[in-house]
């Protein structure tokens, strides 16, 4: 009776702390509200910004920020990317500047941040 309550005990301490363990990994994985994003996200590059940063981020024009290196414009907080792509950006030297909202005046903020999710999951972190 005893090893029956005891082996019952350990494994139930097993189990939750398993449980424990993957529950952060899990919800990250299935976060719908982060999934979604990504896809509107992937949806606004496809349509507004794939034109000049390619579609490996790099950059498909000359002077074009490149979103795959590590001191590019996704070391900048969210809010100093979503602030670029509201208002554009002209980068000192470059030959190329980025109009604001990266020439689609109809996207929102929700978009902008939605974009932002997608560049970072795609190119970035």
Request: net charge negative.
């Amino acid at each position: 009776m005893f090893w029956f309550s005891y082996s019952k005990a350990t494994s139930c301490l097993v189990v939750l702390t398993l449980a424990s363990l993957l529950t952060p990994v899990l919800a990250a994985a299935g976060d719908p509200d982060k999934s979604d994003s990504a896809k509107v996200g992937k949806a606004i590059y496809s349509q507004t910004c794939i034109a000049c940063h390619g579609a490996n981020g790099k950059g498909a024009l000359p002077g074009v920020s490149d979103f795959t290196v590590a001191d590019g414009p996704l070391a900048k907080s969210n809010a100093e990317l979503a602030k670029s792509v509201n208002e554009g950006l002209a980068t000192p030297g470059a030959a190329l500047s980025m109009p604001a909202k990266g020439g689609n005046p109809s996207l929102s903020d929700d978009d902008i941040l939605a974009l932002i999710v997608y560049l970072r999951s795609e190119f970035g972190e």
